[in-house]
């Protein structure tokens, strides 16, 4: 299911802002760390993302068009922050999660929600 574009429209002006003050430190919160297709410009975008072993997932509620999915795929991964830590997304692709059964039953059923999910590799970034 895709969420309406003046919804996202909304979260980028209002509620990521707050949202990204504390996404960072609380799973299954993440900060994925972008870099801007045309501007060139670095975007900390707070998302919901679920991971089993090295792979995390991450609903696409707005729909592939989204700014940071299209960001992602173009520079071929991004980084993330998740729990505290920092990662780098290797492989990023999108795909239905239907039959990601690697993933956890929440996870699961929040891709099925999406509809479309980003999957990558989760690679640990030495501090």
């Known amino acids: 299911m895709q969420l309406p574009r003046s919804l996202a429209r909304f979260n ?7 949202q ?16 801007g297709r045309r501007s060139g410009r670095v975007y900390r ?7 089993r072993g090295d792979l995390l997932m991450i609903g696409i509620l707005y729909g592939e068009q989204s700014n940071w999915v299209r960001n992602v795929l173009a520079a071929d991964g991004a980084q993330v922050i998740r729990g505290g830590k920092r990662y780098r997304l290797r492989n990023p692709h999108v795909e239905n999660p239907a039959g990601r059964g690697e993933l956890s039953a929440t ?3 929040y891709g099925r929600i999406s509809g479309r999910c980003l999957v990558a590799v989760l690679v640990p970034i030495s501090p």
């Open 45 to 51: 975008t707070p998302l919901i993302a679920f991971k």
């Open 12 to 18: 980028k002006k209002v509620t990521n802002p707050i």
């Open 107 to 109: 996870g699961r059923l």
């Open 20 to 35: 990204s003050r504390w996404a960072g430190q609380l799973r299954p919160w993440i900060i994925l760390v972008h870099t």
